[in-house]
């Protein structure tokens, strides 16, 4: 009976896997598996964080070095897309300047992703906006420090 049971089971997970590869394409589901750059940044030179129409908040923090992002890293409650968006906003942030993070929007993660179903492409926007509130809150700050 436990045989079974596990049998179902993994055809269930399998199952599932097969459905989201296939609505997500390869690179999102490799993502969703396996998030990169979750997590807190302590005292982050950036800091944003929105909630998006669909309820998701999602923050993200970046830490900067001679005018380039060394560290970046983001946290959302949101679903799965959600997660994989703000896992390539962070690492697309990874070694740009400022001039450079102005040019990651949702359509850019979007085209990155190899796109998402119509009804999750909002995660992708969120994720760009966030990321684009970090930068403000760098920027502003380094306007006082002038």
């Known amino acids: 009976m436990a045989n079974d049971l596990d049998d179902f089971v993994q055809d269930l997970q399998n199952q599932i896997y ?26 982050p030179d950036g800091y944003g964080q929105l909630t998006g129409s669909c309820g998701d908040t999602m923050q993200v923090f970046l ?16 679903c799965g897309s959600s997660a994989v968006c703000g ?13 450079e993070i102005l040019e ?4 850019v993660i979007l085209e990155k992703l190899g796109g998402l179903p119509k009804e ?22 380094q306007t006082r420090r002038r």
Not at 90 to 95: D, H
Not at 104 to 107: A, L, S
């Open 104 to 107: 990651i929007t949702g359509n």
């Open 120 to 141: 999750e492409e909002h995660c992708a926007f969120l994720a760009g906006d966030t990321l684009q509130e970090a930068l403000n809150d760098y920027m502003v700050k």
């Open 18 to 43: 097969d459905e989201t590869r296939e609505a997500y394409g390869d690179v999102a589901f490799e993502r969703w598996l396996h998030p990169t750059y979750v997590g807190t940044i302590e005292n």
């Open 63 to 78: 830490k900067l070095q001679n005018n380039h992002v060394t560290e970046a890293s983001f946290q959302t409650d949101g």
């Open 87 to 99: 896992s390539f906003a962070s690492e697309m942030a990874l070694g740009k300047t400022p001039d």
